[in-house]
């Protein structure tokens, strides 16, 4: 398998698929938008993106299963799998408030062998495949040299699950408020984790998400020079619904700390 020439035809269907977005997003009226639950939201662009990925990677790799956000999964028990995201970010997206993106990843296994995120208002694309280095819009890129978690800037998303867990939540909030230099929350997880591939940002953490949140983009970020783990520090990062992820500076120093206060 091709790893680079498959990477290419999935950004050439995210390119396409990030146009339809754009196209359709002055469409999108209140009266619309579903709710799957309390902050949770679907609405006709999701849907739609997620038939044209669905489509389309049907046909660059017909042998792979799916599983995506808006309900597709079928086959999942083939060698290779897609794992997407039409729109991470749907509530911005509804607002009208940027980030939001296209996520897309192949997996054999427990293994990520590509991922693609795609950033929708600004056109800009991440990606990497297996031992071919990280990306962005045609550039290498690295995570950050920053190597004490005082001078980090750390992005993180806000609960909208599991509320029982708001409360130690809140307490890393407060320990990084006071030791690093801020906290970020832009509303996006693969934008969370790409950013933090590039250099943007230093550190991220979070529970209650998904594969198809987190997949590829952790994928750009291990290529990039980035560590990952899951709140107990193991490698349950992409199925287990929570992640801790770092550039190597302050990975040992952030993880401790994050591990130590949201762990159950």
Known sequence: MNLEKLCA???????????????EAPKVASD?????????????????????????????LPEAGFIAEEGTRHDTNRQYTWVIDPLDGTTNFIHGLPPYAISIALMEGNN??????????SDECFWAWDKGKAWYNGKEIHVSATSHLKDALIATGFPYTDYERVRPFMKTLEYLFNNSHGVRRLGSAAIDIAYLACGRFDGFYEYGLS???????????????????????????????EIIAANAGIFDEFSTVISDMLRE
């Open 32 to 60: 619309t938008i579903v709710s799957k639950s309390l902050h949770n939201f679907v609405t006709h662009v999701d849907k739609g993106s997620e038939e044209r990925l669905i489509a389309g990677l049907s046909k660059i």
């Open 211 to 241: 594969p198809w949140d987190v997949a590829a983009a952790v994928k750009i970020l291990t290529e990039a020079g980035g560590r990952v783990c899951d709140f107990k520090k193991g490698n349950n990062y992409i199925f287990g619904r």
């Open 9 to 23: 035809e999935v950004r050439e269907l995210s390119a396409e698929t990030a146009e339809f977005i754009r196209r």
């Open 112 to 121: 990520v062998l590509l991922g693609v995120v795609h950033e929708i208002t």
